[in-house]
C-alpha cells in the first residue's frame, strides 16, 4: 500500500519590509535562502513542492526556474499571510494533507520535514506541528479536512494562530531552531556567525 504524502507549501510572498531587500534572495549555504529551502523541501518524502510568491515575484521566480517546484502566485499578498495560505491550497488542489514552510526559517532540514511526514503516517488525520519557544508553529502538517478552515484566515492571521485554536489535535515534535529566522541583517549575520548552526 502507498502511503500518502504531503504537498510542501512555502510561503515566499512576503515583502522583506524590516530587511529592505528581499530576504528570498539573500546568500546562504552557498546559494540563496529560497533555493536552500527548496532543497531541503525536494529532498524530503513530499509528493511535491508548491512555492508561493508575491512581493519581488519577479526577480525571485527567475532564481528558482530550472527547480521541481510549482509556483502560486499571490496577488494580494499585500493582505497578509492568510493570503500566501490560501494561494498555496489552491495550488495543491486534490492533495491529502499540505506541510507548510515559511521562508525565513533557514535551520528547517530533511530530515525534520522527514520526520513530521512520518509522524502524520503514523497517525493519520491528525495536525503534526513544530514545538519552540513556548508555542506551535511551523512546519506543520495539516490534512485535508482543514483545507476549507484555514482558507478562511483573514489579514495576518496565519498557521499558528490556527494551531493554537486547534491545539487538542496537534502532535507536536520538538524544534528550537524553528525559533530563528530572519528578519533584517543582523539576524542573518549572527546566523552565519554561530558555530552551532553551522552544518545545519
Known sequence: MTLPSPHIVLLAAGASERLGTPKQ???????????HLLKVALDSRAGGVTVVLGAH???IEPEISRMHVKVARNREWQTGISSSIRAGLEGVQGADSVLFMLSDQPLVTTPFLNSIIDRSRESPGRIVASAYKGTVGVPALFPHRHFSELSRLKGDEGAKSFLLRHRQ???TLPFPDGA???DNLSDLKKLRQDPSHSNS
Open 25 to 35: 534572495l539573500l546568500p546562504y549555504q552557498g546559494t540563496t535562502l529560497i533555493r
Open 180 to 182: 530563528v529566522d530572519i
Open 169 to 171: 489535535e496537534i502532535l
Open 57 to 59: 515575484a519577479d526577480l
